[in-house]
């Protein structure tokens, strides 16, 4: 069989994560595995990547220089990849993209798309707004239009977790037997290392109001653990001010982008690891902190309580005080800090990449076989 999957988000990006980091850690995981399909990787420009270094085909398909990304994109797909694509079984798009949008809607190729949420709807009050980002904006309406044009073409969908299978069913009117639930994992490089351990602090990648009101509680309650913050969201900003203003400016270290080796090394030190989403649709971060051995407190939202489990502590959205309370007791409770500790290392252990590409590879199978 010859599958093919685009990989062009992972030319494009300048940090590694959520699908670019999908996209990586799934074809890693499937060149390991031995099969008797080809698989190809579909994109625009020369990479050197290390999915590039795997001894998989690669498609390199040239856009049309004068015009911008997104036009070229989608002009490449309509008029210059079918010809390249005449051979394959299948193909993989790993997100909803309009530059994708004539594979989408082609009949002589079985097609799978991957949805990881938020491309396609979003939450009440979370959208860009025109006047702020006119680009974003029209590009969220123009993938929402376009969806029903080309929802029913769409051979097989794999969903990244039962929250958002059900999340298709009601609001994208997908039919359920052409949703797949396959779960993603933490990288195998994050695990329990011994790392030098400089002070006490909490991590977090969720930088908002929630967070900095619960660690502003938590001092007055007499913690003393900093609080790190690794995020490229607009939203430091907020929680930057916010810190300024309570008067724990210097307690509140505000990271950005930090690359894995340095990751690991946070979720090996960190005392515990907080994430306060509004929804979630997978969640990686609390996985791979568990797999760092490092505990857990995060909301009980979208798909949190089937990747966290009761290896961490999971709390409702707008209980402030007991989130605050949830965190306090794991700072101050060694006990229950070990017991955590043992049981988020344990359920990491339940998700892999490896098992998350044998599950994709069957799902090509079953589109072609059918």
Known sequence: ??????????????????????????????????????????????????IYQLDLEEIIVPRYPILSPGVSKLLTTAIRV?????????????????????????????????????????????????????????????????????????????AVSNFLKKEMIERLK???????????????????GNFEKSTDFILSDTPGRELIEIYYKLRKRGIKHKLVVFSVRAANKIAEEMAVRL?????????????????????????????????????IPPLEAMACGCPVVTNNVGSLPEVVGDAGILK??????????????????EGLRQDMIKKGLERAKMFSWEKTARETIKVYEEVVKN
Do not use: C
């Open 1 to 50: 069989m010859e599958i093919g999957i685009t990989t062009d988000i992972v030319d494009s990006t300048k940090y590694h994560k959520g699908v670019s980091n999908y996209i990586r850690y799934l074809i890693k995981n499937i060149a390991k595995i031995q099969t008797n399909h080809n698989f190809h990787l579909i994109h625009f420009q020369k990479n050197s990547d290390a």
């Open 82 to 158: 079918p010809n390249q694509l005449e051979n394959l079984d299948v193909i993989h798009i790993p997100e909803p993209h309009l530059s994708m949008l004539p594979l989408y809607l082609r009949s002589d190729i079985k097609t799978v798309l991957t949805l990881h949420g938020g491309h396609l709807y979003v939450e009440p009050g979370t959208e860009p707004k025109f006047y702020e980002s006119p680009k974003a904006w029209a590009y969220l309406k123009l993938l929402g239009l376009s969806f029903p044009k080309f929802r029913d073409k769409i051979d097989m969908y794999i």
């Open 174 to 192: 997908i039919p359920e037997e052409k949703i797949r639930v396959i779960y993603e994992a933490a990288d195998e490089k994050f695990r329990p």
């Open 247 to 283: 008067g724990i400016q210097k307690d509140v270290i505000i990271a950005g982008y930090v690359p894995d080796e340095e990751l690991i090394k946070l979720y090996n030190t960190a005392d515990l690891y907080v994430r306060i989403p509004l929804v979630e649709r997978f969640g």
């Open 316 to 333: 409702n959205q707008e209980d402030i005080e007991g989130l605050v309370n949830a965190i306090y007791e794991v700072l101050t409770n």
